[in-house]
């Protein structure tokens, strides 16, 4: 949510707010060409800005070892939905054996 409004960093934001992350819900977007003005856009895990390597080996980093909750919603195609979320659950197993 921070790329989509433009609203700053999120793996340094995940490392100072650490002890405080009870709950995860991974997804990607790409920044706005206008952050702040107008909102970025809302793309498949790992098409996106936020580095999703990255975000997992912050999250060990901050000792951070609860869910990870898929968020994705595109209403108007289902299927296409499905298909993403499928490829978010390989993405996200994928990094967590090579990570955690």
Not at 2 to 13: K, T
Not at 33 to 58: Q, Y
Not at 75 to 88: C, H, L, N
Request: one cysteine or more; glycine letters at 10%; aromatic letters at 4%.
């Amino acid at each position: 949510n921070m790329i989509l409004y433009g609203a700053g960093e999120p793996i340094p934001a995940l490392e100072k707010l650490g002890p405080r992350v009870h709950s995860i819900h991974c997804k990607d977007a790409k920044w706005s060409d206008r952050p702040g003005e107008t909102w970025g856009a809302e793309v498949a895990l790992g098409d996106g800005d936020v580095n999703m390597e990255t975000f997992i080996k912050t999250l060990k980093k901050i000792g951070y070892d609860g869910p990870l909750t898929i968020e994705r919603e595109i209403p108007q195609d289902p299927e296409r939905q499905k298909v993403e979320i499928g490829r978010a659950i390989d993405l996200l197993e994928r990094l967590r054996q090579q990570i955690l």
